[in-house]
């Protein structure tokens, strides 16, 4: 079950949901705290840099149903566990090490 959720259902022109995917994209672009206004409510999220886009079109008969979903982790990224991203010791660090 999700800490929180909102949903709303209503009907709108073609244009209008054009406005509000337009909206949507913007306030994506603009940067990490987005702002949307849904039906004169006002929501603000943080978006991750990164985010998982999932795109479907199904059609059954005459109906057609598009869903675009995005996910993001409000995680920290996890530190790299490369050699190159641990700290270098130098010879003189060694050496004090194995004297302590």
């Given at each position: 079950?999700?800490?929180?959720?909102?949903?709303?259902?209503?009907?709108?022109?073609?244009?209008?949901?054009?406005?509000?995917?337009?909206?949507?994209?913007?306030?994506?672009?603009?940067?990490?705290?987005?702002?949307?206004?849904?039906?004169?409510?006002?929501?603000?999220?943080?978006?991750?840099?990164?985010?998982?886009?999932?795109?479907?079109?199904?059609?059954?008969?005459?109906?057609?149903?598009?869903?675009?979903?995005?996910?993001?982790?409000?995680?920290?990224?996890?530190?790299?566990?490369?050699?190159a991203a641990a700290p270098?010791?130098?010879?003189?660090?060694?050496?004090?090490?194995?004297?302590?």
């Amino acid at each position: 079950m999700a800490d929180v959720e909102i949903k709303r259902k209503i009907r709108l022109s073609r244009k209008q949901a054009g406005e509000r995917l337009i909206a949507l994209g913007k306030a994506l672009v603009d940067g990490k705290t987005s702002e949307l206004e849904i039906g004169g409510d006002s929501i603000r999220f943080t978006v991750a840099d990164q985010v998982s886009w999932e795109f479907e079109l199904e059609v059954e008969g005459d109906e057609m149903e598009l869903e675009i979903e995005l996910k993001w982790s409000t995680a920290a990224p996890a530190a790299a566990a490369s050699p190159a991203a641990a700290p270098r010791r130098t010879k003189s660090a060694r050496s004090a090490e194995g004297k302590a």
